[in-house]
């Protein structure tokens, strides 16, 4: 966590844009306002225009928009529905939620066009004066590209053709039109081309957190994938498994094995503080978050995915189930092991059982790695440290509330036991200081596998499964095995909390197929997705304003 991010971009800009005023008095420029023409000076300025769209960047994975941010990453998917509101919650019904005057649609387009337009003003204003370092220039474009290129493939996989743009827009305008996705990906894989090729290499980066080629040819793969170029994008995924010393953490390691002493490599890659260090092979990129740090950023993953176990009331004896940590002088009521979640994402039960169907014993699915006993916590009860059971009560009153929001299977890979303390008043808000990974090369061995099925290659693609399945010490498969389906559940067994389902989903057009197929919210199952679903509107109001120019909507809207 050694990158501090909490700048964001026009935060950034305006500090040293006043620190620069006093010794450039007598220049003619416009300082009344931001912009790329006089706001960067000097490569100090770049810096912190670049650490600018990394905070913008991380709020896609952090710190930002609470529920909402969960949507692309599983809820409403295949793999989790809104446990703590079945009925009502936050995508429990795509058709009223998913319109073009919905706030979701509204909320990532604006937020994607967000980090566009900083990291267009960026590289607009990068050569405004004479680099002495040219590798120090084509480093920071790099960093600069690869967002603008992380932008446009979520706008492009989740609304389909977009305005495509490369420069700051600095006047109104009311004239976008939108581009075909044919030219949007031309755009992505020229940045990434030229961000995998200037890119520092791994080890090289200034701090934990920036980006490597590794990341670039990484994202390269998903977007060729997209577009059906399999050997481009197995080519790509090959540079990250080949050519930097990346590797599978295989292993015990890290900052805990005197405390959980008897967990799996796979439990090690997600105890807190692990994602940076040297020896961890298998990170290619981390998000980074920094406690007691203003603007430090937190993640909410474990409010988000984790059961609200402490509301479950009393015990069968009548006294309260969970009395929590003594802290402070009183209890905390919760646990800190499980933090405090609140139940948004509830996994279906394809992610809590089925996908273990066959396999129970993979080291994924260990109690350490998805909890699923759960135990009373007071003394002063008979039933202190028994597993909790609802069938040790005579009657409850909302069953479906004991299944749904508050006991079922715990993805531990979001919780951070033992640390919910380091900022009291952030944990008891259900967060937690995690860094995240963004991009793991357990993912990058199943885009290649996905790649090789797709040049009809279905013994290289067994091979790459087999090798993330074999550090979990699950069974092998043959190529006979391999399906698209197939690779799915295994990215569900492997990046279930991490990869953004949504977006996979949609790039393989199987969104609405899956969601209705799996999604077995009990107030509405398959949550009410429509055929069309499969990209989500244009949003109504940038329709409405866009006056001098026909902004098309998607079909079905």
């Known amino acids: 966590m050694t990158m501090n991010c909490k700048n964001i971009f026009l935060g950034a800009v305006s500090l040293f844009l006043m620190a620069s005023c006093s010794n450039k008095v007598l220049d003619e ?8 023409a006089n706001a960067f000076e000097s490569p100090s ?17 952090s710190n930002v928009d609470e529920k909402y941010m969960f949507c692309y990453v599983a809820l409403g998917t295949d793999e989790a529905y809104y446990g703590e509101d079945p009925a009502g919650g936050t995508l429990c019904n795509w058709d009223t939620e998913i319109v073009p005057t919905g706030s979701l649609p509204q909320q990532y387009w604006t937020k994607a066009f967000d980090l566009v337009y900083q990291a267009n003003t960026v590289l607009e204003g990068i050569d405004n004066f004479e680099w002495t370092d040219q590798t120090q220039r084509a480093g920071y474009v790099a960093e600069v590209r690869f967002f603008r290129a992380f932008s446009y493939r979520i706008l492009v996989t989740m609304y389909g053709d977009v305005p495509l743009l490369t420069k700051p827009v600095t006047t109104p305008r009311t004239d976008f039109v939108r581009a075909g996705k044919d ?34 040819w990484h994202l390269l793969s998903d977007v060729y994938l997209a577009q059906q170029k399999y050997q481009e994008a197995a080519d790509a995924a090959s540079h990250v498994i080949n050519d930097y010393g990346y590797a599978l953490m295989t292993t015990r390691f890290g900052t805990q094995l005197n405390i959980f002493s008897t967990e799996n490599a796979f439990f090690d890659l997600f105890t807190m503080d692990n994602q940076n260090l040297s020896n961890n092979t298998e990170a290619i990129w981390v998000i980074q978050n920094e406690p007691n740090t203003t603007g430090g950023g937190q993640y909410s993953g474990e409010r988000a995915f984790g059961p609200a176990y402490y509301r479950i009331g009393n015990t069968p004896d009548g006294v309260k189930a969970i009395r929590g940590e003594l802290y402070s002088g009183s209890y905390t009521g919760y646990s800190d092991t499980l933090g405090r979640p609140v139940a948004w994402c509830r996994p279906t039960n394809y992610i809590a059982y089925d996908i273990w169907n066959g396999d129970w014993n993979d080291d994924r ?9 759960f135990y009373f916590d007071n003394p002063a009860s008979s039933y202190n440290g028994k597993v909790i059971d609802w069938k040790l009560y005579t009657s ?37 200081h995690k860094d995240l990974y963004a991009m793991r090369l357990a993912e990058t061995y199943l885009l290649r596998a996905e ?10 693609a067994a091979d790459d499964i087999n090798v993330v399945r074999s550090r979990s010490h699950a069974s092998s498969i043959t190529a006979g095995d391999v399906t698209i389906d197939f ?3 295994e990215r569900a067994r492997e990046l279930y909390a991490e990869e953004w389902r949504m977006l996979t989903l949609m790039r393989l057009k ?4 899956r969601v209705r197929k799996y999604n077995n919210d009990p107030s509405n199952p398959g949550v009410g997705i429509l055929d069309h679903q499969n990209l989500f509107p244009i949003p109504q109001s940038d329709i409405d304003l866009n006056t001098g120019a026909v902004l098309t909507q998607n079909d079905g809207y």
């Open 510 to 513: 199987k969104l609405v197929e």
């Open 365 to 373: 699915n260990t109690e350490a790695n998805v909890k699923r006993h």
């Open 451 to 460: 790649a090789y099925l797709g040049l009809g290659d279905a013994g290289k």
């Open 29 to 36: 420029k416009p300082i009344d306002f931001v912009s790329a």
């Open 45 to 61: 300025d770049v810096e912190m225009g670049v650490v600018g769209l990394y905070s913008l960047g991380r709020n896609w994975y």
């Open 396 to 432: 409850r009153s909302s069953p479906l509330k004991d299944s749904t929001q508050y006991l079922f299977p715990y993805y531990m890979k979001v919780a951070a036991p033992l640390d919910h303390y380091t900022d009291l008043g952030r944990s008891g808000g259900g967060y937690n």
């Open 487 to 489: 690779i799915l559940d």
């Open 183 to 216: 030219s949007v990906y031309a755009l992505i894989e020229s940045d990434l081309e030229y961000a995998a090729a200037n890119l520092p290499k791994r080890g090289s980066e200034a701090a934990s957190g920036r980006l490597t080629q590794g990341a670039a």
